[in-house]
Structure formats: structure tokens, C-alpha cells
């Protein structure tokens, strides 16, 4: 199994003071190398639940295990590394970092793990993401689609078990939509990764085997 | 890629925010580079390495006053030595160079102290070793004269030119009718010897007015010694010298340059001759240590080692000066600091997003702290080095300028050693006005960053 969630509960302190629950998941999980999609209202809490799978976010209560690793446990550096090594995280907004070239970005992935910097292997993967002539491009000079591209293969670059993407698509134009979906689920589908995706389009949560809605499994529910 | 690459990227991202604040912190590393580097030179010209002589042997009286006529010629000693006391030093088995200097007079032209000395003087180092560059003739008659750079400068004389004396002082009235010839002219050295014309020790006993009461003479002669003062005894001893050197007859001679002088043809006696100091270099350090005791016991005479009094003369004129110089570019230097401060801090916020990416793709806090210090060592840094640079090309260029209107010796390579604290001192204003920026991307939430 790679990621297993038992009696997860996250709670914000709202201005006021009160906490305001945004998930209690009494189980979830993830089997190896299976791909996922997630969907669910706007504000249902599905990014805070990608947070906490990554180990952005800490769970107020229950565990995270991922490849039979408890991050709720561990230390926070601890749980940094972890995340570098063992999970991609594919952003709506891309967050590609604008100083640094498509090459760079994928580069920079990489020198957060503790590993070697792999050079090769980040020019291979924008080369298999189509962009092995624009290795040195800022992102301001690639199009929205290409810049997505590049967060997809910084997202693999240190071969993680387990790709976290939240709604990739959703700012890529139609055309670009199917070719993004069609390079994470295969790069995926080649490297044995688990794969969460979060999405709001039901065309793209059709082409999944395993839908999932978040409603379903967090008992805040639509309350959220 | 390693934290200085990110830093550095960082830093290219934000090219004219980074450029102006690296160029503020390089302007002043650039002002402390050149106080540093003035102050070397004006501590040379105040320290040992403006005098090539371990000693300066003067009458009694003070220090300070003995090294302001004799090293810097500021103004004419009051009390002399006879000269049998220099020709006793420079017999002295202690003594490896004994050197007159006779300071009394000044140019009828631009008010230049006259120094009578002899041509051993520019025979050796004028100061550590700096040996003196002359162009023209040594001296040989004697009234030839050689001239410092800045006496030729000043008063538009060259080799061949004349001149005139005024006795005790510019401004007094009472002019030597001996004209000088000049026959060299000395390279700048940056002492007090460019601004000094110097002269035949003989030729200075032969300028009329300078030659002292034979009996006088005997009798302070006798007193510096601590002889009988009997005056049946200094009168024998005045008779004997005035038959030796037939000082009872009258004559005018000339000097092959067809001026007329007083009657000193036949030499003047030694019991005659003073000098205002006599400059020694010791065979050993001790011996220096050893002459000085002596002579604070017994004769009228004082043994100084002129690097103390002219620490002492720096640090009351221009010490303070300096001091407040460098303080106030030490200012400039950390107001380039708070401008660091400023330019980084105010860059965070539009940072956390990248910040809250960096720690996503699993950078730790302490990763993303050493980003946000490193720049600021690099923006320092950089900044400080091209300050050096800048710095040392100023003196660099200036030099030529400065040593043309002040005779100042200035090697443009001149490095001071407080430059090496400069680098260390920059790395840690930068740590200190890198923290609290660092500590904000420390502390940045990540999850509320990525969604900002």
C-alpha cells in the first residue's frame, strides 16, 4: 500500500478563535501504483488534505503513512526530506520558480532531496515532457502548457512513490489539458506511482478507473 | 544546484534592486578603502619609516621639538651640539653611521629650510630602505645646494639655479649676501626632505653671520663637556686657534663663482662648528638603548628615538581625524547594510510564494533560511570587493595626481592590513541584517503561501 490515512482530523482556528473543521477522515488509502482521482467542492478541503499527505500541513490528530512511513510522526526536517524524496507535487499554479531556466527548476527539485543532482535524468525528463529544446527557457518565455510540463517533470525528477497533482489542468487551455493528463497518468504509469489527483472536471475524473468524492470519506462533509 | 547558485539566481532576478544595493555597500567599502589607504600614508610619514635613523642626537630639551626641526623641519632648534660631539659619535665603536644636520636658515624664495649636512647623507637610506634618487651633481663646493622635489617645484628651480638665504627664519629681514648654486634635485620621497634644500655642512659655517665668538665657543664647548671654565685656560686655547687658523686676518676669497664671502679660507675651527643634530644609526638595537641611558646621565645632549615622539605628534594632530574618518565610513559601510536590510526584507513578501515552493518541494526551513542569509553575504560581499577594487583603483588613478601637488610617495598597490578584517566584518553586518529576513522565510506558512 502507498498511502494510508486513518482518523485524520485538520482544523483551522478562525479569527474568532473558533477551530473550524475541515477534515475528519476516518480511513483512506492508496495502493501502489494506482491512480486516483479526487474530486469535490470548492472549499471541501481537498487541497488541505494534499497538504497533509505531503507533510506541508500536520494533521491535528490521526496518521499519515506513506510507503509504510508515519510522517505525522516524524520531525519536521525529517518529514522535508521525505516529502523531497518520496513525493512530486504537480501545482494548479505551476509555482515554477521565475529566476531559475525550465532545466533549473527541475534541477532545483532535485538538490532539496540529499541525493546527487541528477542532471541526466532532469534533461530526460523535460525531453520526454517535449521540451528537450527548451531546456534553458526562463518560464516567463514558455507558453502555460509548457510551463506545466516542466512542474510535471520537476515533479518526477526525484522519482517519488507518490505524485500528489491538484487540479493540473485547470489553467492550461483545452488542448493542452488532454496532453498534460495524458504525460502525468503515463510517466506515472511507467515509474509504478501512486497517483491523487485533484480535479473539478468531470471529463478528466472519467478517464479514471477510481473516482473518488471527498465528501464521501471526510465526515465535515460539505460543511467544510 | 547549491545554495550559493539559488542565492546567487535569486539575487539575478532581482538585478537592479540587488546592483544598487551591492553598489551602495561597494561605495562605501570604496571611502573606507581610501581612508585606510591615506592613513597608512600619513602614518608613514609620522613613524619610522620617514627617517632612515635608529636615533637623533640633539641638545637637551624636549623630544618633540628635536623631531619637528630635525625630521620634519618645522622650525630652526634653539640650542646646539658642538661639532667635536658628532665627530666623538662618529668615532663612537657603537655607532655604525653618524650623519650632521645643521638647520638654521631658510630660502629667501618660498621660506624652505636650509639643512647644512654632508653628502653621506644621500649616500644612504633616507628612510627604510628607500635610498635617495638624484638627478644632477653631489655635492662638491661649497655652496652647492641640492634641492627637494618640491622646492624645485614650487619655486620653478632647476639645476643651475641661485638663490639666497634668510637667517632664522622667511620671515626675517636679515638676507645672506651667499648665493647657493642648485646642482641636483631630489626624486619625491614623501618626507620633509622634498620641501628642504640642502647644503655643504662647510659651506653652511661659511655663510657670514653663522660663525660663532671663539671665546663663547671654547666656553659652551667646555661646558657641554664639563671642562674647566677657567678663563686663563679658554683665553691659551683661543690664542693657540686663532694663530692655527689665522682667524686675525681679514681677506675676502672666492668661490670660483665669483661671489664675495667672508674670511673662513683657512677653515673653521672645530670649537666653532655646531650642528643643531647629529642623526645615528646604532650597530644594534641595544647599543640605541644603551646611549640614550647615557646620555640622560651626563652630557647636555638627549638621544631620541624619533619613532615615539612622532607617534606621539600623530596621535594629537591627525589620530583623532583618522579616527572620526573611519568611524564615520564604518557608518556609510553599515547605512549600506540597513539598505540590504531594507532591499531584502521588502522583497519577502512578494517571495513567500516562492519560499512556500521551495519548502513544497521539500527545501527545510534551515535550506530556505541559508537562501535569505546567503544573499545578503553575497550582496555584501560582492558589494564589499568591488568597493576594494574600486577603492585601490582610486588611489590608483589619483596617485599620480596627489604625489604631483603634495610630494606625497603614494604606491598605488599600496594594500593596508585592516583591509583583511573588511571582508570578515562585511559577512557578519551581513549575517545580522540577513537574519530577520531569513527568519521570515523561516517562519513562512507554507500552505497558506502556496494558495496566496
Known amino acids: 500500500m502507498s498511502l494510508l490515512l486513518e482518523n485524520v482530523r485538520k482544523s483551522y482556528r478562525e479569527p474568532d478563535g473558533h477551530m473550524l473543521p475541515i477534515l475528519d477522515i476516518p480511513r483512506f488509502e492508496l495502493a501502489s501504483a494506482e491512480q486516483v482521482v479526487l474530486v469535490g467542492s470548492s472549499g471541501g478541503g481537498k487541497s488541505t488534505l494534499l497538504n497533509v499527505i505531503a507533510g506541508i500541513s500536520t494533521p491535528d490528530s490521526g496518521s499519515v503513512t506513506i510507503d509504510g512511513y508515519d510522517i505525522t510522526t516524524m520531525i519536521e526536517a525529517a518529514r522535508d526530506r521525505f516529502r523531497a524524496q518520496r513525493i512530486g507535487y504537480v501545482f494548479q499554479t505551476f509555482n515554477l520558480l521565475q529566476a531559475f531556466s525550465a532545466l533549473e527548476n527541475v534541477l532545483l527539485g532535485m538538490s532539496f532531496s540529499g541525493r546527487p543532482v541528477d542532471r541526466p535524468h532532469a534533461v530526460e525528463l523535460l525531453t520526454r515532457v517535449g521540451l528537450g529544446h527548451r531546456l534553458s527557457h526562463r518560464p516567463s518565455q514558455l507558453s502555460v502548457g509548457e510551463q506545466q510540463r516542466v512542474a510535471v517533470a520537476r515533479a518526477l525528477a526525484n522519482r517519488p512513490t507518490l505524485l500528489l497533482a491538484d487540479e493540473p489542468t485547470a489553467n492550461v487551455d483545452v488542448a493542452n489539458q488532454e496532453t498534460i493528463l495524458r504525460l502525468i497518468r503515463d510517466a506515472c504509469r511507467e515509474n509504478k506511482v501512486s497517483l491523487l489527483m485533484v480535479t473539478h472536471s468531470a471529463d478528466i475524473a472519467s478517464q479514471f478507473d477510481r473516482q473518488v468524492n471527498l465528501s464521501e470519506f471526510n465526515r465535515v462533509g460539505a460543511g467544510a | ?452
Open chain 2, 1 to 452: 544546484m547549491n545554495l550559493v547558485t539559488i542565492a546567487l539566481k535569486s539575487i539575478r532576478q532581482r538585478g537592479l534592486a540587488s546592483s544598487l544595493t551591492a553598489l551602495s555597500v561597494a561605495l562605501g567599502v570604496m571611502l573606507m578603502v581610501t581612508v585606510l589607504v591615506i592613513h597608512g600614508i600619513v602614518t608613514d610619514v609620522f613613524s619610522q619609516r620617514s627617517i632612515g635613523y635608529d636615533l637623533i642626537v640633539g641638545p637637551k630639551g624636549s623630544d618633540l621639538q628635536l623631531v619637528l626641526s630635525t625630521v620634519f623641519r618645522v622650525a630652526p632648534a634653539i640650542e646646539t651640539l658642538p661639532y667635536q660631539y658628532y665627530l666623538d659619535l662618529q668615532n663612537d665603536r657603537r655607532v655604525e653611521l653618524a650623519i650632521p644636520f645643521a638647520f638654521g636658515d631658510f630660502t629667501e624664495q618660498g621660506g624652505f629650510p636650509i639643512v647644512g649636512t654632508v653628502d653621506e647623507f644621500f649616500l644612504n637610506e633616507y628612510a627604510p630602505k628607500q635610498e635617495f634618487q638624484i638627478r644632477g651633481k653631489r655635492l662638491s663646493r661649497p655652496f652647492d645646494a641640492i634641492i627637494g622635489s618640491q622646492v624645485a617645484r614650487e619655486n620653478r628651480w632647476d639645476i643651475g639655479s641661485e638663490f639666497k638665504l634668510v637667517h632664522g627664519g622667511a620671515e626675517s629681514d636679515h638676507v645672506h649676501d651667499e648665493k647657493f648654486t642648485v646642482v641636483a634635485v631630489l626624486a619625491p620621497t614623501g618626507t620633509a626632505n622634498d620641501r628642504t634644500v640642502f647644503i655643504q655642512l662647510e659651506g653652511f659655517y661659511q655663510i657670514a653671520g653663522h660663525e660663532q665668538n671663539l671665546i663663547q665657543s671654547i666656553k659652551r664647548q667646555r661646558e657641554f663637556y664639563g671642562q674647566s671654565l677657567d678663563e686663563k685656560e679658554i683665553a691659551k686655547e683661543a690664542e693657540e686657534l686663532t694663530k692655527k687658523f689665522h682667524l686675525d686676518e681679514p681677506h675676502d676669497h672666492g668661490h670660483g663663482d665669483g661671489h664675495a664671502h667672508h674670511p673662513h679660507s683657512h677653515g673653521t675651527p672645530v670649537v666653532q662648528k655646531r650642528v643643531s643634530a647629529v642623526l645615528l644609526r646604532m650597530k644594534s638595537g641595544p647599543t640605541s638603548i644603551a646611549l640614550s641611558t647615557e646620555l640622560k646621565r651626563g652630557l647636555q645632549a638627549q638621544a631620541v628615538n624619533p619613532i615615539i615622539p612622532m607617534a606621539r605628534l600623530m596621535n594629537t594632530f591627525v589620530g583623532n581625524i583618522q579616527k572620526v574618518l573611519v568611524v564615520l565610513t564604518a557608518l556609510i559601510i553599515l547605512v549600506s547594510g540597513v539598505g540590504i536590510f531594507v532591499s531584502i526584507y521588502n522583497s519577502m513578501s512578494d517571495r513567500r510564494r516562492e519560499i512556500a515552493v521551495m519548502r513544497a518541494l521539500g527545501a527545510g526551513r534551515q535550506t530556505v533560511f541559508s537562501i535569505i542569509l546567503l544573499e545578503s553575504i553575497l550582496l555584501c560581499v560582492g558589494g564589499g570587493l568591488l568597493g576594494v577594487l574600486l577603492g585601490h583603483g582610486l588611489v590608483f588613478v589619483a596617485a599620480p595626481f596627489v604625489e604631483a601637488q603634495t610630494d606625497l610617495v603614494i604606491n598605488p598597490l599600496r594594500f593596508e592590513r585592516l583591509e583583511l578584517i573588511l571582508l570578515p566584518a562585511l559577512i557578519g553586518l551581513a549575517s545580522l541584517v540577513g537574519f530577520v529576513p531569513g527568519m521570515t522565510a523561516y517562519r513562512t506558512d507554507v500552505a497558506r503561501a502556496l494558495v496566496e
